[in-house]
């Protein structure tokens, strides 16, 4: 799987937007980019992921830049509950999916104060 | 309904004795990762079991680590003569697998191991 670089921390107001970069400029056409995020002791959880077009879901939305060498996590209104580390990862698609494991890397750790 | 479950939540154990760890994927889920995490750490891949074929081990430190995985369902790590570098936070994940299937994997709690 191609390498992606994102920042070590972040930090953000609660109830503003949020947007974590990540960057993939090795990503080949057939990777989907998946953001999961980890919660202080808990296991990771799925957040969003996408191919080529924006994605939006009731977590999040996934801006992917046009040649698709960077792409952007937007948190519309962070909160308390959304400080987390997030992963951005890419993975090689498969009939619309992929198997295999996740390769993790440090992430980007977002802390949100009140 | 129930997600991934692991057991136990927590294990302490002394250098040289073994563990098993055990982990129940969500009904119907083929897929079945095993990761841990090290104080500071990445999470670190360990062994993906994919229905009926033969496990991906690539990711197991040594000959020390094992897992199975009984019927396509529960799975169970086992760490023989524990070291203290495997203390860690084990995780096991699944996913629904075939075509139009779904990637997202679903984590489980982990268990942390402490060995002394």
């Known amino acids: 799987d191609a390498k992606t670089t994102q920042p070590n921390s972040m930090e953000s107001n609660e109830e503003e937007p949020v947007h974590l970069p990540c960057n993939h400029s090795?990503?080949?056409?057939?990777?989907?980019i998946h953001w999961y995020r980890q919660l202080p002791s808990q296991g990771p959880e799925y957040v969003i992921h996408g191919l080529t077009s924006n994605v939006n879901n009731r977590m999040a939305s996934l801006a992917i830049a046009e040649d698709r060498k960077s792409s952007t996590l937007i948190l519309h209104r962070a909160t308390l509950r959304d400080a987390a580390v997030y992963y951005c990862?890419?993975?090689?698609?498969?009939?619309?999916?992929?198997?295999?494991?996740?390769?993790f890397g440090k992430g980007t750790k977002l802390s949100v104060k009140p | 309904g129930a997600g991934v479950s692991q057991s136990p939540s927590n294990k302490v154990t002394e250098k040289g004795k073994d563990v098993e760890l055990r982990c129940d994927p969500i009904?119907?889920?083929?897929?079945l990762y095993w990761y841990r995490q090290s104080l500071g750490q990445g999470l670190e891949f360990l062994i993906y079991?994919?229905?009926?074929?033969?496990?991906?081990k690539s990711g197991l430190p040594s000959d020390r680590f094992s897992a199975e995985r009984t019927g396509g369902s529960v799975s169970t790590l086992t760490i023989q003569r524990t070291q203290q570098e495997d203390s860690a936070v084990y995780l096991c994940?699944?996913?629904?697998?075939?075509?139009?299937?779904?990637?997202?994997?679903?984590f489980g709690p982990g268990t942390r191991l402490t060995v002394l």
């Open positions: 994940a699944s996913s629904s697998s075939g075509q139009g299937y779904s990637s997202t994997q679903y």
């Open positions: 090795t990503i080949s056409g057939t990777d989907y």
């Open positions: 009904s119907g889920h083929t897929a």
């Open positions: 079991f994919q229905g009926n074929s033969a496990p991906d």
């Open positions: 990862i890419l993975r090689k698609g498969n009939y619309g999916g992929s198997q295999g494991n996740l390769i």
